[in-house]
Nanobody, 123 residues
Framework: VQLQASGGGVVQAGGYLRLSCAASGLVFSNYHMGWFRQAPGKEREFVAA????????NYATSVKGRFTISRDNAKTTVSLQMNSLKSEDTATYYCAADTTWADIVSRSKYDYWGEGTLVTVSS
């Protein structure tokens, strides 16, 4: 299984970025997908998740209304549109796959993880 995240970079506060995660080696439509992030010196935290069929989403309070998660099962990709970025959004962002929607915010429940992509928001 491979989850390849991309799209990170440096952006000014108030700007936007779109992260993508390409999945392979798994039946993508069987997995709920999540995005997590980890800032330097902090624990990895939940950002957003989307149900395997795309009909349900879950967001961390800190990003609700600014970030949008979406998926394309035909292309086996999941994306995270990040708008109105703040300096506190600076982190390495990871995509992950899980077969269980319950406790989808818990990083310990995920089956597969990808390598991260770094997002730096300058103020």
């Amino acid at each position: 299984v491979q989850l390849q995240a991309s799209g990170g970079g440096v952006v000014q506060a108030g700007g936007y970025l779109r992260l993508s995660c390409a999945a392979s080696g798994l039946v993508f439509s069987n997995y709920h997908m999540g995005w997590f992030r980890q800032a330097p010196g902090k624990e990895r935290e939940f950002v957003a998740a989307i149900y395997r069929g795309g009909g349900n989403t879950n967001y961390a309070t800190s990003v609700k209304g600014r970030f949008t998660i979406s998926r394309d099962n035909a292309k086996t990709t999941v994306s995270l549109q990040m708008n109105s970025l703040k300096s506190e959004d600076t982190a390495t962002y990871y995509c992950a796959a899980d077969t269980t929607w319950a406790d989808i915010v818990s990083r310990s429940k995920y089956d597969y993880w990808g390598e991260g992509t770094l997002v730096t928001v300058s103020s």
